[in-house]
């Protein structure tokens, strides 16, 4: 049983830079897509970033393609993702997420995870 845990959320400026973590436990996210999702209130839930194939392979959403960085520590134990250039509209509950790397790209970027953190809120202020 992969569990995940987010940190590093909080409260910044735009135009400010956040630093996001998950910690897996139970096993180690190699051999697994590991994907960041976001949800803002009164919204639906959205891609943001997925990493795979041991760190190899990354993909990003387009309104964050530029700013934002996923990447993996060499133990496989952490993912994380760097939040740059931050604006409003980036207010949301970061999640992160992960599925077995078998499982394709498109489903990974609907959502199509096994595992899921509990969450970590970012906010951004103008």
């Known amino acids: 049983q992969v569990q995940l845990v987010e940190s590093g959320g909080g409260l910044v400026q735009a135009g400010g830079s956040l630093s996001l973590s998950c910690s897996f436990s139970?096993?180690?996210?190699?051999?697994?897509?590991v994907g960041w999702f976001r949800q803002a209130p009164g919204k639906e839930r959205e891609f943001v970033a997925a990493i795979g194939a041991g760190g190899a392979t990354t993909r990003y959403a387009d309104s964050v393609k530029g700013r934002f960085i996923i990447s993996g520590d060499n133990a496989k134990t952490s993912v994380y993702l760097q939040l740059t250039s931050l604006k409003p509209e980036d207010t949301a509950g970061y999640y992160c997420?992960?599925?077995?790397?078998?499982?394709?790209?498109?489903?990974?970027?609907?959502?199509?995870?096994?595992?899921w953190g509990k969450g970590t809120l970012v906010t951004v202020s103008s």
């Open positions: 139970g096993r180690t996210w190699d051999g697994y897509w």
């Open positions: 997420a992960a599925a077995p790397q078998a499982m394709p790209l498109s489903r990974i970027v609907k959502g199509g995870m096994d595992f």
